[in-house]
């Protein structure tokens, strides 16, 4: 599918994208996931400047991808483990 031209709002800014069809939903609820978090943090935090909110929002989102990240690749060396564990297995048995 082609690109379409969408503007998403982040921190009372504007932003023009041009995305994937098939995308827009995702950056359509990623930038309000972002608001969201930025406004969580309005509201609990003695914090005002958009910069400084901007920069936590980031932070937790960044913060959260390496933490999925890690667990993905933990889960692919587990993964590896027991396909390595059922070769062994497999190559005993027939060579029986």
Excluded: C, W
């Amino acid at each position: 599918m082609g690109e379409i031209s969408i503007k998403i709002t982040i921190s009372d800014r504007i932003y023009p994208l041009k995305v994937n069809m098939e995308e827009e939903e995702i950056v359509r609820r990623a930038a309000k996931m972002i608001n969201e978090r930025i406004k969580d943090y309005q509201d609990n935090y003695a914090v005002r400047d958009k910069q400084d909110l901007l920069s936590m929002a980031v932070l937790h989102y960044a913060t959260a991808v390496l933490r999925t990240e890690n667990k993905v690749q933990s889960q692919d060396t587990a993964v590896a483990d027991k396909v390595e564990e059922l070769d062994v297995l497999l190559s005993n048995f027939f060579a029986k």
